[in-house]
C-alpha cells in the first residue's frame, strides 16, 4: 500500500516556481500541462501527464521564459508555445 502526502502530518507539500524557483504550496501555484506543443493552464490540478507549476504573476511567467524553463520543466525537446499560458496569466494578473 502506498502512502499519499495525506498521510504524513507534519510534512507540508510544497512546489517550485519555474520562473522565480521559490517554493510555495500548491494552492499558491498554477499547474501547468503540456500537450501537442502547447503549454496549458491546469488550474482544477486534475490534467494527465507531467505537470510544472508557476505563480499565476507576469513577473514569474517572463522570469520563466526568459531562463527557457519551460521545455526544461516538462522534459520536452525544443520551444514551447506559450501565448495561451500568456494570456490566462495577464488575465488573473489584473
Request: with cysteine; aromatic share 4%; charged share 30%.
Amino acid at each position: 500500500m502506498t502512502e499519499t502526502a495525506d498521510a504524513r502530518p507534519g510534512k507540508p507539500r510544497e512546489r517550485t516556481c519555474i520562473g522565480c524557483r521559490k517554493r510555495s504550496g500548491p494552492a499558491d501555484l498554477l499547474r501547468m500541462t503540456v500537450s501537442g506543443g502547447l503549454v496549458l493552464p491546469d488550474p482544477g490540478h486534475r490534467a494527465p501527464g507531467r505537470g510544472a507549476h508557476l505563480h499565476p504573476t507576469t513577473e514569474c511567467f517572463d522570469l520563466a521564459v526568459r531562463r527557457k524553463a519551460f521545455p526544461r520543466a516538462f522534459r520536452v525537446p525544443g520551444p514551447l508555445d506559450v501565448t495561451g499560458l500568456r494570456d490566462h496569466v495577464a488575465q488573473r494578473d489584473k
